[in-house]
């Protein structure tokens, strides 16, 4: 079983900057991709940012050049720095991952963090 926990969201003026973490842990043999998406009332989850084990990365139209998807493989964590915000970028966001597993019962895992809630507003 693995677990992501995210962190990093609140309440931020528009044009202002928050980073968001997610830190994965428990039977992690590997990580393939990581990404952010969100979810806002009444709406579909989207995806806003991934990033592969090898680094290559694809975001939403709506983010690009505003947000920046990374990752530390040792601490196996995805980030998401978060520029110029937009009262639209208001939503729960939501980290996922998934890789290769140390348990031979379930050798893949997929997970999705609890949420953190990222409020832009004057």
């Known amino acids: 079983q693995v677990q992501l926990v995210e962190s990093g969201g609140g309440l931020v003026q528009p044009g202002g900057s928050l980073r968001l973490s997610c830190a994965a842990s428990?039977?992690?043999?590997?990580?393939?991709?990581m990404g952010w998406y969100r979810q806002t009332s009444g709406k579909q989850r989207e995806s806003v940012a991934v990033?592969?084990?090898?680094?290559?990365?694809n975001y939403a139209d709506s983010v690009k050049g505003r947000f920046t998807i990374s990752r530390d493989n040792a601490k196996n964590t995805v980030y998401l720095q978060m520029n110029s915000l937009k009262p639209e970028d208001t939503a729960v966001y939501y980290c996922?991952?998934?890789?290769?597993?140390?348990?031979?019962?379930?050798?893949?895992?997929?997970?999705w963090g609890q949420g953190t809630q990222v409020t832009v507003s004057s």
């Open positions: 428990g039977n992690i043999l590997s990580i393939n991709s």
């Open positions: 990033i592969s084990s090898t680094g290559s990365t």
């Open positions: 996922n991952g998934h890789g290769a597993s140390t348990s031979w019962i379930n050798p893949v895992w997929e997970s």
